[in-house]
Every structure is written in C-alpha cells, then in structure tokens.
C-alpha cells in the first residue's frame, strides 16, 4: 500500500513537470510570436521611407559628454544648432551671432539629442529620429522601434540602447530605419562609442560590469567590474560616476587603475579640454544640479562658479559650455560660460 501512495505521488510529481514545461514552452512561443509580429510590422512602417546615404566617415555625430546630457546642443564647421526648452530648435554661427529658428512650437514631443551628419541634422523627437537638412529644404522622419536611450550616430549607422519589457539591449540600425540587429542583450543604461568599440556597463546576478565590444556586436570581454554612469573616454581614460556612490572617477584603460576625482555625489557633467564641469546632488533625494563647479582632469584646482539650482543639459560647444539652470528657484534658462568662466544669458 505504501509503495502504491509513492507511485502515484512520483506520477502526479512528473505530471505536474511535465504540465509546467508545457506551459512554459507556450510562453516562449507566444512571447517569440509577438517579437516576429512586432519586428514585421516595424518594417511595415519603414517601408515608404526615404533612402539617404549620409556618409562613410566614421566620425561621430556629437561628442560623447552631450550626448550624455541628452545632446542640447551640436557643431559643425560653420554653424552651431542649439535647443531651448526642449521645443525650439536654433542654429547660429559660430559666435551665436545671426541667429535662426528652425524648429518653433508652444508644446508637444521634445526635441533631444543632436547629431549633424554631412549635410543633415539628425535627433529624436517623440519615438522618431528625425533628418534635417542643414539649410531647412528637407525633413524626413523615421519611426525608432521602442524606447531608445543614448543614440549615437556614425556615418550611416544609429547605435542605440532599446528600452522594451523583457527585450532590452544595445541595438545597430541605419539611418533609414534598415538592417536592425541587437548586438547585446544585457540591459544597459550606459554606453559610449571609442575607437571603433562598444563601451558598455550593466549589473547582472549582482555584479557590476563594465565591458567593451566591436560595432558589430563581436569580441564582448570584461574590463573591470564597476557599473558606470555617463561614462566620457578620452586619450584611453574612461571618466564616469559610479552607480553605486555617484561619486566621480577616471579609470585608465591600459593599467586599469582608477582614481576618485570628486569625492561628492555629482548630478552631471561634461568635460573641456583639460577641465570637467559638473554639478552636485542636493541634501534632499531629487534634488539634482546643484551649483555649477569646475576641476581639472586630475581631480585638482576645483573652483565653485556659482550657485545655481537645476543645473542641467551640459554641452560643450567650442570654447563655450552651455547649460540651463535657474536662480533663486524662477524657471531655469539657457546660458553660456567661457573658459574664464564669464557667464552670458541667452534669453
């Protein structure tokens, strides 16, 4: 009698393996099904969009530290495009002199993340790159497939971060909306493009990762184990906060050492030539962009500008950094300041 109850039970136990892996496999199918539904008819979309072949070079559409601050402003060699509250779009010359609209509305999608390619302004707006001509005779607009954060723009390439429940990674497309492929399936929240390499940081299982990989996705290794926000590589250092201190530091790539820079917890930042500019984090959680501060490359000669609050959209443009702030809690505005840190209000 015993032996029977321990037979049943083992035929129960495999039935209920064998339901469970049923079900399981369903899911898979159903969740692959949509995937299929959902790249097809994202190639439905793209179907009647114009072909533009922009460049072969491999030069990037904006620097990497605007980039990190959502890409508010942009250069080429004759004009400079910048954007205010996120809505009106400017482009002047080079000493913001002879000013022009391009872009005017009173709300609506925003505007982020300037590239200029060749002849053609590149940015999102809403869930679509939109490709500008420089001189305003054309405008075109591609749907992005999902969620894209920190867009990066070479020749004819878009490099991006998808942000999709259950589907996010780093992803590769034209700039016509062609030829998509995920090239990382870890989710990633930062990334930066060196040297014909892929720099990109995640945690998974809990632990920290910052790797690197070749554009196409080949040749992924792990450089060191720290997870890294807005990371800024130049001359083989890696400049970046740290998720888990917000603190700000530079990693060298050939000996991996890493060297504190700001030992305070920092909002954002953009870097200068030798200097880095960079604003703090509050005494209170959501307060971000607190003062305006500068320090050199080696973490030296830190100079407080001023004591702005909201410090946002860091962008280095020439020999200016412009950036939006508010005084005295008013709404914030867009400014520039020189490398002798005069200020200039761009109202």
């Known amino acids: ?59 990037m559409g904006n620097i990497e530290g605007n980039i990190n601050n959502y890409g508010h402003a942009v250069e080429n060699d004759e004009y400079i495009f910048y954007l205010k509250d996120n809505l009106w779009l400017y482009r002047s010359d080079k000493e913001f002199k002879n000013g022009k609209t391009l872009v005017r509305q009173g709300s609506g999608n925003g505007i982020c993340h300037l590239n200029i390619i060749g002849d053609y302004l590149l940015y999102m707006q809403g869930d679509n790159l939109i490709r500008r001509k420089i001189d305003g005779s054309e405008v075109s607009k591609v749907p992005m497939m999902d969620f894209t954060i920190d867009p990066h723009v070479i020749g004819d390439w878009i490099y991006f971060i998808k942000v ?13 909306g062609e030829n998509f492929k995920k090239i990382s399936n ?107 501060y500068k320090i050199d490359e080696n973490g030296i000669d830190m100079k407080k500008i001023n004591d702005d609050r909201d410090v946002e959209n860091l962008s280095v443009i020439g020999k200016w950094i412009m950036y939006m702030s508010s005084e005295d809690r008013e709404y914030p505005t867009l400014k520039r300041i020189s490398k002798n840190d005069e200020i200039i209000p761009m109202n």
């Open 1 to 59: 009698m015993e032996e029977e109850k321990k037979t049943i039970k083992r035929g129960m136990l495999i039935f209920y393996c064998f339901v469970l892996l049923h079900a399981i496999g369903v899911i898979k199918l159903n969740v692959n099904i949509f995937q299929t539904f959902h790249e097809k008819y994202y190639d439905f979309k793209i179907k009647n969009v114009k072909k533009l072949h922009l460049s072969n070079d491999k030069k």
């Open 186 to 292: 870890v989710e990633t929240y930062d990334m930066a493009l060196y040297n014909g390499k892929i720099y990109y940081s995640f945690e998974y299982d809990k632990t920290r990762y910052l790797n690197c990989m070749d554009l196409d996705g080949n040749n992924k290794k792990v450089i060191v184990n720290v997870q890294t926000r807005d990371m800024i590589i130049e001359d083989n250092y890696i400049y970046y906060v740290d998720e888990k201190d917000y603190k700000l530091y530079k990693l060298n790539l050939k000996n991996k050492y890493i060297q504190l820079l700001v030992d305070e917890k920092v909002s954002k930042f953009c870097k200068n030539d030798i200097w880095i500019y960079y604003s703090k984090y509050g005494k209170q959680p959501l307060d971000e962009g607190e003062g305006l």
């Open 164 to 176: 999709s429940k259950n589907n996010s990674g780093i992803c590769k497309m034209t700039i016509n």
